[in-house]
């Protein structure tokens, strides 16, 4: 809270700045326009909490800005409440419905979750027409208007406009400085990731919308205060939804300036044209309104607020350097004094010496069977090898082992619990931590932050997370890189980097798909040592290869599959003279030759 | 009282069969644009509706109606506005869409935010330029088999017969030929395989020596054309104004993404669906809620079946 109020120096200065424009205007009209500018910034902040942060894009928050509209004009109207209280009100209904609307519609992914928003409002909006609602308007209350917001001196509502926008601001502000935020910007970025480094990825996407629905529904509210009249179109249209998205993506995705940007330049424009060209030539203000946008679009398709830092940040480049000093000392100041993490590690309460136990593990896609009835142990602090040719069902198999699938029969017991079927981030929480084939960064965040995803399973608070990070970015000796982008360094830096992200959750077993794989002599000799350093501090570690050269001086055990199933287990010279791994590998005819 | 529910039913059957051939090939033009390009294009209602404009002008003043008559005239007027709105979704692409789309898009999420609001804006241009061009009045195109009628029947011993307006069923009929044309383009022409490399796998249709953007702007124009044609045909027998592209904008994108998004023959059935169950709500629902029960069926669809009807899995682990 506190810190999230030092950073609102220029929202505060904007604030004042507005204020006092605001006193000069008197001009009812023009007023007006300056109470709608804060009501849309606010509302396109709202959008922003869910698909900014999140990626995920809504196309349907007219449903919540419309049940906040509705329920001041018909609680006015039918219980003669006061809009003071209807506006919280509203606000609670606007979380139940993001809540609602949340729980079915997250199991949908990309552009089926967007287009299946954009039914909500729609759908709400022929209720609304059907139930008589065409044209609400919100009694007069001639005889105490202010206990019914109902103020002749139209700059009171832009000053109360200013007061929302203010809480909206604070409240994003705390978001994005918060686990909170971190989590929906991993999810943004890479949600397989996410979720394999711990993040409960549906409880946190379910608490944004939950967040925009609230404030797009106390939006909603006021508006339709400010404006007396509430029509189905006007409010659950699909007009309303594009106004969030267009503000916000004129000014910028996943910043707090964005709507803020956007409202200020989109809205005024719009009423000026409207105002000076709307009756010469009916329709010729929103074609020129139109052609800005995609004139502006063109020119800077990240939006107006990413390319002025952009351009700020190249022509006077000093401004970055303490920009990043900036967030080095935030990062790299609460190192030192970590000691004190939850303890997770070698205190495991049973000491079974099988750390992992697989048993009969099967899964099939389709006719094929990728993995079937595999089976192995992990002994407590060794490193287990996975190999076999391409195909083998390597991969299938580990992502059984962390949840990403769900096996068709089989059981999988970590340290004596059973722990088959569940969720990624729940089997991170017990003590299983991943690396990908694919490098999965969240490309967008520094080194740094990329493990500070990691450790928030381990950490109750933001500054024990970042020790954790620290620590395991120290382990892997990537300090260097700590505060460059993850999506402009190497791939030996993002393979370190995964490996760290793992370990800031402090696993008790290490799954690595193909750490090596992409990498030269030399890196992968660095990055063997440090695996079996890992090993070595207590660390279990199990570690897919296709290539058995590395692998033989490395691991303790090799279990060996061969189309979904295991070939062979045991020591790694054994192995590697086995006649049917040679024969896996290389086909039956150099069998006799190895064996000479 | 039992025959006339079965004729109710029967009747609103088939007047969904007949709105849902049309809706289907409006469907099957956004989802090409959405099947090669991965665009989400909200403009495409707005593209449909110049498409009822062309026909309506080719027929009235390009002397379709002199040379054709009232009667087959509209039916080529409504064709005709297919090659027209291809060129020019062609130059929209090339102008505006192709710089935030194809390859030159970089970054996967923050180009897709580009081209949203993009579409949105020439959506805006689109419509309010329509306004100024073509007036808020609403207007047809009329053609005399629209107040005649086919019977089929009488069934069921004289109880039960069914009528079907001749100039929806004539719409229908070239709305499945244009379907049938486009699945063969598709499936059979080199054209057709470079659009299916593009959608595929636009880096490996690159190293292929397939021009993905050119591909994307034929993809792009092609829908717009086949979108525009299905306007056309449904000018035929509603009236329509310049606004009316936010109307069928979202049926389209209900209808693709129930036909299952990647796929060009599915959101046909998506469409059908569309205005089976438009037509057949009017039975138990009042006509205000007619679009309502739309959007459920919608979202009941889609929680069950993400992936639509004949879409592919699109995400892996």
Redesign the interface.
């Known amino acids: 809270m506190a810190v999230a109020l030092r950073s609102l120096k220029p929202f505060l200065i904007f604030a004042a700045a507005y204020a006092v424009i605001a006193f000069t205007v008197t001009n009812s009209y023009y007023q007006l326009m300056l109470t709608l500018v804060l009501v849309w910034a606010s509302f396109g902040l709202s959008w922003n909490i869910l698909s900014g942060y999140t990626g995920l894009v809504s196309f349907g928050h007219a449903a919540f800005f419309g049940i906040g509209a509705y329920t001041t004009a018909l609680g006015q109207i039918h219980f003669d409440l006061s809009p003071w209280l209807l506006i919280p009100i509203a606000t609670v209904l606007g979380a139940l419905a993001g809540l609602l609307i949340g729980i079915p519609t997250f199991r949908l992914r990309g552009v089926y979750f967007a287009l299946s928003m954009l039914a909500y409002p729609l759908a709400l909006l022929y209720v609304f027409e059907w139930l008589g609602y065409q044209e609400v308007t919100l009694p007069m209350k001639r005889e105490s208007p202010a206990a019914y917001m109902q103020f002749a001196d139209h700059r009171i509502y832009t000053v109360l406009a200013l007061l929302l926008l203010a809480v909206v601001v604070l409240i994003t502000r705390m978001v994005e400085q918060s686990r909170f935020g971190m989590a929906l910007l991993a999810i943004k970025q890479n949600e397989a990731a996410a979720e394999a480094a711990g993040i409960n990825t549906l409880k946190w996407k379910l608490y944004a919308i939950t967040l925009s629905g609230a404030i797009a529904s106390a939006v909603g509210a006021f508006y339709a205060v400010v404006l007396l009249v509430v029509t189905p179109v006007s409010v659950f249209g699909m007009l309303v939804s594009a106004q969030a998205l267009t503000v916000t993506l004129f000014g910028g995705v996943g910043t707090l300036w964005g709507p803020v940007i956007g409202s200020a330049i989109l809205i005024p424009t719009a009423e000026i044209l409207h105002a000076e060209l709307g009756h010469v030539i009916p329709g010729i203000q929103n074609v020129i309104f139109g052609l800005a946008i995609v004139i502006l679009i063109l020119v800077a398709p990240e939006g107006m607020f990413w390319k002025a830092r952009d351009f700020v940040y190249r022509r006077w480049p000093h401004l970055v350097a303490t920009a990043s000093q900036d967030i080095a000392t935030t990062l790299v100041a609460p190192c030192s004094g970590t000691k004190a993490a939850k303890p997770s590690l070698a205190a495991a309460p049973d000491s079974t010496a099988h750390i992992l136990s697989v048993r009969g593990l099967c899964k099939s896609f389709g006719g094929l069977k990728a993995v079937q009835n595999v089976g192995f142990d992990v002994s407590r602090g060794s490193i287990l090898g996975i190999i076999g040719p391409n195909g083998a069902g390597k991969t299938t198999a580990f992502n059984l082992l962390n949840g990403f699938l769900r096996p068709d029969a089989g059981q999988i017991m970590l340290e004596g619990r059973d722990v088959t079927r569940r969720k990624p981030h729940q089997l991170c929480e017990a003590g299983v931590g991943r690396t990908f084939q694919v490098m999965r960064p969240f490309a967008r965040m520094t080194i740094a932050d990329n493990v500070v995803i990691g450790a928030y399973v381990r950490a109750d608070t933001d500054i024990e997370a970042r020790g954790l990070a620290a620590d395991a970015i120290a382990r892997v000796g990537l300090a260097p890189y700590a505060h460059r982008l993850a999506g402009e360094v190497t791939t030996r830096e993002l393979r370190l980097m995964e490996l760290a992200r793992a370990l800031a959750g402090q696993p008790r077993i290490l799954l690595l798909d193909e750490t090596l794989a992409g990498l030269g002599h030399t890196e992968a000799e660095e990055l063997i040592g440090i695996i079996r350093r890992l090993a070595q501090d207590g660390i279990t570690i199990v570690i897919i290869e296709h290539t058995m050269q590395a692998m033989v001086r490395l691991v303790d055990r090799f279990v060996v599959l061969d189309h979904g199933a295991v070939l062979v287990e045991g020591q790694p010279e054994s192995v590697t003279r086995d006649p049917r791994v040679i024969e896996a590998y290389l086909g039956k005819k150099w069998t006799a030759y190895a064996q000479g | 009282m039992t025959a006339q529910m079965v004729e109710n039913f029967l009747q609103a059957m088939a007047a969904g069969l007949l709105v849902g051939s049309i809706y289907g090939l409006m469907c099957v033009g956004l989802a090409l644009i959405?099947g090669v390009m991965r665009v989400?294009n909200f403009a495409q209602g707005d593209f449909m509706m110049l498409g009822m404009y062309a026909a309506y002008y080719f027929f009235t003043a390009f002397g379709v109606q002199v040379l054709l008559g009232s009667t087959v005239g509209p039916y080529v007027a409504a064709v005709l506005s297919g090659p027209v709105l291809f060129c020019f979704g062609y130059l929209v692409h090339k102008a505006?869409v192709g710089?935030?789309s194809g390859t030159r898009a970089q970054v996967e999420?923050?180009?897709?935010?580009?081209q949203?609001?993009?579409t949105?804006?020439?959506?805006?241009?689109i419509?309010?330029?329509g306004?100024?061009a073509f007036g808020s009045i609403l207007v047809s195109v009329r053609t005399p088999l629209s107040s005649s009628a086919w019977e089929i029947g009488p069934m069921w011993g004289d109880f039960v017969s069914i009528f079907v307006n001749k100039s929806r069923g004539v719409a229908a009929l070239i709305s499945v030929a244009t379907i049938v044309a486009l699945a063969m383009l598709i499936g059979r022409s080199r054209l057709g395989k470079s659009l299916r490399a593009a959608a595929d796998n636009p880096e490996a249709a690159t190293y292929m020596g397939i021009d993905v953007d050119q591909a994307h702007r034929v993809a792009f124009a092609l829908g717009v054309g086949v979108t525009a044609i299905a306007g056309g045909l449904l000018a035929t027998n509603y009236p329509f104004a310049p606004f009316v592209g936010?109307e069928y904008v979202?049926i389209m994108?209900?209808g693709v993404?129930l036909g299952g998004?990647g796929s060009i023959i599915g959101p046909f059935w998506g469409g059908m669906t569309i205005g089976l169950v438009q037509q057949l709500s009017t039975l138990v629902l009042?006509t205000?809620?007619?679009?309502?029960a739309i959007?459920?069926v919608?979202?009941l669809i889609?929680?069950f079946m993400?992936q639509g009807f004949f879409g592919r899995s699109?995400?892996r682990?």
């Open positions: 959405f989400i505006l710089r935030v999420g923050e180009g897709h935010f580009a949203l609001i993009l949105l804006g020439i959506s805006l241009i419509q309010s330029a306004l100024i936010l979202i994108y209900a993404v998004l009042p205000q809620l007619q679009n309502t959007f459920v919608f979202l889609v929680f993400p699109v995400e682990t």
